[in-house]
């Protein structure tokens, strides 16, 4: 067994290449383009848009290195019978038409993950109809398969999915490194709030760090 280690806040970050994924969270045009659902909240969506560069290094390196990869999307039935009144009484857009389809459903363009990032054969898609992808989905079923135990964090929006999940992983024993400039909010206050509250009290929820010491302990 190698451990790599990368350097994170609260401390280091020890992992097994074998034993850890990669998982992207809710990388699709309705978060990180224009007419999506993102833009039909009232959000500017250049810090989604921004971060697929920084995304798309760190999952080269993923596969470089063999890492498993899990991509999700945020996503309803065309009939809308996976939304709860209360979800869609607040997100009053969901199924609502737009340019690029029937916004956050299934099957339409907007729902899927953005050209720069699509997913390889080989690399699981998890769609979910909630905001944490262990809600309602085999996500833990596929890691227990693969022997996982540590889960590295890119994608949208930090202090609700990505945050959500995060929080979901600590619950069965996962330890989760969250990619400080690899996510992003609409708001730059719920950016640096999420980091923080992922790192402090020793890591209440795990760690964080930068897609450059990232890569950096993958080389070595």
């Known amino acids: 067994m190698r451990l790599y280690?990368?350097?994170?806040?609260?401390?280091?970050?020890?992992?097994?290449?074998?034993?850890?994924?990669?998982?992207?969270?809710?990388?699709q045009r309705d978060f990180c383009e224009a007419g999506g659902f993102g833009e039909?909240?009232?959000?500017?969506?250049?810090p989604t848009k921004s971060i697929?560069?920084?995304?798309?290094?760190?999952?080269?390196?993923a596969r470089e290195k063999k890492m498993f990869i899990i991509h999700t999307r945020e996503g309803h039935r065309p009939d809308l019978s996976d939304v709860p009144k209360a979800k869609k009484r607040r997100s009053s857009a969901?199924?609502?038409?737009?340019?690029?389809?029937?916004?956050?459903i299934r099957g339409e363009y907007g729902h899927d993950i953005v050209d720069e990032l699509k997913p390889l054969p080989n690399e699981v898609v998890l769609d979910k109809p909630g905001k944490g992808a262990f809600y309602q989905t085999d996500l833990h079923l596929i890691l227990q398969n693969q022997g996982i135990e540590s889960l590295i964090f890119?994608?949208?929006?930090?202090?609700?999915?990505?945050?959500?999940?995060?929080?979901?992983?600590?619950d069965r024993g996962y330890e989760c490194l969250m990619i400080e400039d690899g996510t992003a909010a609409f708001d730059?206050?719920?950016?640096?709030?999420?980091?923080?509250?992922?790192?402090?009290?020793?890591?209440?929820?795990?760690?964080?760090?930068?897609?450059?010491?990232?890569?950096?302990?993958?080389?070595?």
Request: neutral net charge; proline residues 4%.
């Open 5 to 27: 280690q990368v350097e994170a806040k609260p401390f280091t970050f020890d992992f097994d290449l074998k034993k850890t994924a990669l998982i992207i969270i809710d990388m």
């Open 94 to 104: 969901i199924g609502e038409d737009g340019p690029m389809g029937k916004i956050l």
């Open 40 to 46: 039909a909240l009232g959000n500017d969506i250049t």
């Open 154 to 170: 890119c994608g949208v929006t930090t202090h609700v999915c990505v945050h959500t999940t995060i929080r979901e992983a600590n």
């Open 188 to 220: 730059p206050r719920d950016q640096e709030a999420a980091i923080r509250m992922i790192n402090q009290q020793g890591g209440i929820f795990g760690w964080t760090t930068t897609s450059e010491k990232l890569l950096l302990g993958l080389k070595k």
């Open 52 to 61: 697929i560069p920084t995304v798309r290094k760190v999952l080269d390196a």
